[in-house]
């Protein structure tokens, strides 16, 4: 299950905020037998682990449900919308919300509405938001849907990719300063890896229009050595964490390097771990305030 990439770190630890009055909702659309009940049924578990109270909302054409009495097992407070689809039965979905947060005080709210609902987008979500004005922080939509409808597919890909990597997909919920993606690393070496690809030109081929020379372009593509490749990205990733913090690199640098430069051999890893540019600037900034 993938029930830990549900939310994005900042929405999953303001639902953490035991004192916010805006508790967190999710709702989880998807087709009959895509798995919806199984996966929020894993996400409450999650959330108990977390030290999160959930409260579900489950929804059909009738009564009785199945989805209900599996959501009781949890532990979960649970309210049923019975006799017709949660857009049809908006005043109702709003009355379990309520009745929910009066019996058990739910950090998150959970629902799953029947099959049938399309659209949820407009039918549900904002008119909980515009019309009935419910002090909830709406999750984006969350459709579930089962790969193996759909072998071979790139949604069956994309889904099969997701689950072998879980483990790190879901690592930025238990570590805060941990980014749920690598866009910004991707942007960082953009510059580069555009270079590098200008570089690669068939031999004989004159450089482009505007372009550097075929002797700086060789400096561009190649780092001398394979040896040297791992130094110098260490040098890429500082001066991009510097300038993503503000740090002017080459202060950074003039300051670091004679530091580790003169440091005793046994003792350059324990030294390196307390110059990153974070750590750099912290001790700077408490120096300053002592100052």
């Known amino acids: 299950m993938v029930?830990?990439?549900?939310?994005?770190?900042?929405?999953?630890?303001?639902?953490?905020?035991?004192?916010?009055?805006v508790q967190a909702f999710i709702l989880l659309g998807g087709s009959l037998g895509a798995g919806k009940s199984s996966l929020l049924r894993e996400f409450m578990r999650?959330?108990?682990?977390?030290?999160?109270?959930?409260?579900?909302?489950?929804?059909?054409?009738?009564?009785?449900?199945?989805?209900?009495?599996?959501?009781?097992q949890t532990g979960a407070g649970v309210k049923e919308v019975p006799g017709g689809c949660s857009c049809c039965r908006a005043d109702a979905l709003v009355g379990a919300l309520k009745a929910l947060g009066r019996k058990s005080r739910p950090a998150v709210y959970l629902a799953e509405p029947v099959g049938s609902c399309t659209d949820l987008m407009a039918t549900v979500l904002r008119p909980l938001q515009e019309i009935y004005r419910m002090p909830l922080r709406v999750a984006p939509l969350a459709v579930a849907m089962d790969p193996d409808l759909l072998p071979g597919s790139r949604?069956?890909?994309?889904?099969?990719?997701?689950?072998?990597?879980?483990?790190?997909?879901?690592?930025?919920?238990?570590?805060?300063?941990?980014?749920?993606?690598?866009n910004r690393c991707e942007q960082s070496i953009r510059p580069v890896a555009l270079g590098r690809k200008n570089c690669l030109r068939p031999c004989g081929m004159p450089p482009a229009e505007g372009s550097a020379s075929r002797s700086a372009a060789g400096r561009w593509l190649h780092v001398g050595s394979q040896g040297a490749a791992p130094a110098v990205a260490a040098i890429m990733s500082l001066v991009e964490s510097c300038r993503r913090m503000g740090i002017n690199a080459r202060t950074y640098?003039?300051?670091?390097?004679?530091?580790?430069?003169?440091?005793?051999?046994?003792?350059?890893?324990?030294?390196?771990?307390?110059?990153?540019?974070?750590?750099?600037?912290?001790?700077?900034?408490?120096?300053?305030?002592?100052?």
């Open 3 to 21: 029930a830990p990439l549900f939310l994005r770190h900042n929405f999953f630890m303001s639902a953490r905020n035991k004192f916010s009055a």
């Open 46 to 72: 999650f959330a108990e682990r977390m030290g999160l109270r959930c409260g579900l909302v489950t929804n059909d054409q009738g009564d009785g449900m199945v989805d209900t009495a599996l959501g009781e």
């Open 253 to 291: 640098l003039d300051d670091v390097l004679p530091q580790l430069a003169s440091a005793h051999l046994d003792k350059v890893a324990e030294l390196a771990k307390t110059l990153t540019p974070t750590r750099w600037q912290t001790a700077r900034v408490s120096v300053a305030t002592a100052a």
């Open 155 to 182: 949604l069956s890909r994309a889904c099969a990719y997701a689950l072998r990597l879980r483990s790190e997909l879901s690592r930025s919920l238990s570590k805060g300063v941990t980014e749920i993606d690598n």
